[in-house]
Structures are given as C-alpha cells and as structure tokens.
C-alpha cells in the first residue's frame, strides 16, 4: 500500500460526486488522502439546462468539463472518466468495468473504495450497475480494506418529506460526516454542474433545508477486510 492513504470513488456520472459524498472527499483531501473520483459515463442523458446552455451533442464535453470543475473546487485529484453511455450502464459486460476499475485501484492503490449501494441510492439503474461492478472490483482487490456507500438514514428522508430516495434504517449507518468545514467548497462543486441544476430541487431549495439535506453526509460501510482503521475512520474524530 502507499504510505499516503488513499480513496478511489466509482460512480456512474458526473455531479454524483457532489451531492451525497462531496464535503468527505473534501475533507479527506484536506487531510492529506488522495482522492479521486473514477466515472463511469458522461452524462449523456443528462439535462443540457434551463434555459439550456449548449446542444445536446455538445453535453459530454460540457458535463466532463463540470466535473472536472467540481473535483477541483473540492480540492481532489482530477478524475477518470470511462466512456459509457448514459442510461445503459446495466448492458455493460461486468467484467471488463470491473477490470477498468481494477486498473485505477492499482495505479491509485486505495485504502478504501466507495460506491452506491444495491439500491442506488435513487434507484438509478446505472447507479445500481456500477455499485455491483464496483464491488466486484472490491473483491478482487485484496490490499482494500473496505468498502462504503453513501446512504440516506430513514429519519433524515421522514424529517424532510423525501420519498424520491432509497432509505437505509439508522442503525445501517457506520458513519455520519459533519461537512460544516468545507461547506463553500461542497456548495462550488455543485455549482459547477450547471447544467444539472434546474433538475435538482435541493440547489433552489432555502438554505435551511440545504443545510439540513447536504450538511451530514452518511455512509454504511458495506464490506471490510480486516479490523484496522482508515482514512474514513478518521473522521468519526470531527
């Protein structure tokens, strides 16, 4: 393993980054962890804006350039990028993802590995299908201790009246992140994916319930190897 600890974040497209794990990452990198974000597509499918900001064919380039906004505003490492289509991640052949994604964990060498859960968090199925494939990298990867999925707590989705999201009982949560700190930052990199924002109510929504949504970011931490702290166990210390 490198002696600089390290997270390797796969995800199906670009802002998935932002929203849910955002304020960690930027924490972690704060720290010193090396973090990047491997994405499985461009977001083809995607909004292009309202009012649009560019043409349709136009929106990978537009939407891989707001990525890369947002990985620089939360200060981490500029991210990978597969070249998978939107919407059609689930007809992808799970062993060659899985085998990309296990090229970037030899170059990155992670202490840990996140990604969705089997829900996907919003149901998404690229969410879903890059979850598995993620986690069947994991498993290939013996020298990652863990893996981790963000989540949302049942009693934050009941307080705030979502019911678009898939929910996890509270006692599933392993770890809860205030990102106070780094609050600017988390909000920059959500800003960068302009192009997404008319299809977000949570960027139109009043500070409050921003804060309330977007201030604790959960995780379960979905497998581990061995008993032997990470850099995501750090900040249970914050």
Same mark, same amino acid.
């Given at each position: 393993? $490198?002696?600089?600890?390290?997270?390797?974040?796969?995800?199906? +497209?670009?802002?998935?980054?932002?929203?849910?794990?955002?304020?960690?990452?930027?924490?972690?990198?704060?720290?010193?962890?090396?973090?990047?974000?491997?994405?499985?597509?461009?977001?083809?499918?995607?909004?292009?804006?309202?009012?649009?900001?560019?043409?349709?064919?136009?929106?990978?380039?537009?939407?891989?350039?707001?990525?890369?906004?947002?990985?620089?505003?939360?200060?981490?490492?500029?991210?990978?990028?597969?070249?998978?289509?939107?919407?059609?991640?689930?007809?992808?052949?799970?062993?060659?993802?899985?085998?990309?994604?296990?090229?970037?964990?030899?170059?990155?060498?992670?202490?840990?590995?996140?990604?969705?859960? #089997?829900?996907?968090?919003?149901?998404? #199925?690229? +969410?879903?299908?890059?979850?598995?494939?993620?986690?069947?990298?994991?498993?290939?990867? $013996?020298?990652?201790?863990?893996?981790?999925?963000?989540?949302?707590?049942?009693?934050?989705?009941?307080?705030?009246?979502?019911?678009?999201?898939?929910?996890?009982?509270?006692?599933?949560? %392993?770890?809860?992140?205030?990102?106070?700190?780094?609050?600017?930052?988390?909000?920059?990199?959500?800003?960068?994916?302009?192009?997404?924002?008319? %299809? %977000?109510?949570?960027?139109?929504?009043?500070?409050?319930?921003?804060?309330?949504?977007?201030?604790?970011? +959960?995780?379960?931490?979905?497998?581990?190897?061995?008993?032997?702290?990470?850099?995501?166990?750090?900040?249970?210390?914050?």
């Amino acid at each position: 393993m $490198n002696a600089t600890p390290a997270l390797l974040v796969v995800l199906a +497209h670009p802002d998935d980054e932002s929203f849910r794990c955002g304020g960690t990452l930027a924490l972690l990198a704060r720290r010193g962890v090396r973090v990047q974000v491997l994405t499985a597509t461009r977001g083809q499918a995607g909004s292009c804006g309202d009012p649009p900001l560019c043409r349709p064919d136009e929106l990978p380039a537009v939407r891989e350039c707001e990525l890369r906004c947002a990985c620089a505003a939360l200060g981490i490492e500029p991210p990978i990028l597969l070249d998978y289509q939107d919407g059609c991640l689930s007809k992808a052949g799970p062993l060659i993802v899985a085998s990309q994604i296990l090229d970037s964990v030899d170059r990155l060498r992670p202490q840990v590995m996140l990604t969705f859960g #089997p829900d996907g968090l919003s149901g998404h #199925p690229d +969410h879903i299908a890059i979850g598995q494939y993620a986690a069947q990298a994991y498993h290939q990867a $013996n020298d990652v201790t863990a893996l981790y999925t963000p989540a949302v707590p049942q009693s934050l989705a009941a307080a705030l009246g979502l019911t678009h999201l898939r929910t996890v009982p509270d006692e599933a949560i %392993s770890l809860r992140v205030d990102v106070s700190p780094v609050w600017e930052s988390k909000l920059a990199a959500i800003r960068c994916h302009a192009t997404q924002a008319s %299809s %977000s109510p949570i960027t139109q929504a009043p500070v409050e319930r921003q804060r309330a949504f977007l201030g604790t970011e +959960h995780f379960v931490q979905a497998e581990t190897r061995r008993d032997m702290p990470t850099c995501m166990d750090e900040l249970r210390t914050l």
